[in-house]
Antibody, heavy 120, light 109 residues
Framework: QVQLQESGPGLVKPSETLSLTCTVS????????WTWIRQPADEGLEWIGRIYSSGSTDYNPSLRSRVTMSVDTSKNQFSLKLTSVTAADTAVYYC??????????????WGQGTLVTVSS | HSALTQPPSASGSLGQSVTISCAGTSSDVGRYDHVSWFQQLPGKAPKLMIYEVSRRPSGVPDRFSGSKSGNTASLTVSGLQAEDEADYYCCSHAGRVWVFGGGTKLTVL
């Protein structure tokens, strides 16, 4: 059973960079897409972007100028960086496997989520 | 790409059926058969319930079914049970991006 675990600082100051890592266990990170999603408190889900194990990326146009994703296949990890954060970036951040052909275009496994608060 | 449109709330009595709609456009729901549905219980991560419009992952009860007509996808929950009370989100492929619906809170009466 594939498992995902998000890690990173729970508190980030305004204008700084949010950095999160997702560690994949129970399966290989290779040959799959991997996605970041966020959810502000009492709001809906927002797709941030995805990265393939080769490193190719697709980003949400509304966040593209601030987002960078990377992958480390040797560690079975992928990462998210979001620059110039504001209070509006406060949310629970999830990592998930997919979507892509290998997962029938679905997000089939999710991490438990990690709350990131932007505050001074 | 705008978020897909879902009703904020839906309800049904125990044992009855309820259908939740997910309205998109010809650029997302209408163009791709890559619509999925997620169930989110309070404080938990979303769980995949339906993928590719109507397919169920292993372990998801067959009370959950999905369909699509034109630019609108639907999730139907039959034989409602108390544990079905949750938030439900649709998600669709939209070119090189993916878009979620705003979510529907399902209440079991």
């Amino acid at each position: 059973q594939v498992q995902l675990q998000e890690s990173g600082p729970g508190l980030v100051k305004p204008s700084e960079t949010l950095s999160l890592t997702c560690t994949v266990s129970g399966g290989s990170i290779s040959n799959y897409y991997w996605t970041w999603i966020r959810q502000p408190a009492d709001e809906g889900l927002e797709w941030i972007g995805r990265i393939y194990s080769s490193g190719s990326t697709d980003y949400n146009p509304s966040l593209r100028s601030r987002v960078t994703m990377s992958v480390d296949t040797s560690k079975n990890q992928f990462s998210l960086k979001l620059t110039s954060v504001t209070a509006a970036d406060t949310a629970v951040y999830y990592c998930a496997r997919g979507p892509g052909a290998a997962t029938s275009e679905a997000l089939d496994f999710w991490g438990q989520g990690t709350l990131v608060t932007v505050s001074s | 790409h705008s978020a897909l449109t879902q009703p904020p709330s839906a309800s049904g009595s125990l044992g009855q059926s309820v259908t939740i709609s997910c309205a998109g456009t010809s650029s997302d729901v209408g163009r791709y058969d890559h619509v999925s549905w997620f169930q989110q219980l309070p404080g938990k991560a979303p769980k995949l319930m339906i993928y590719e419009v109507s397919r169920r992952p292993s372990g998801v009860p067959d009370r959950f079914s999905g369909s699509k007509s034109g630019n609108t996808a639907s999730l139907t929950v039959s034989g409602l049970q108390a544990e079905d009370e949750a938030d439900y989100y649709c998600c669709s492929h939209a070119g090189r991006v993916w878009v979620f619906g705003g979510g529907t809170k399902l209440t079991v009466l």
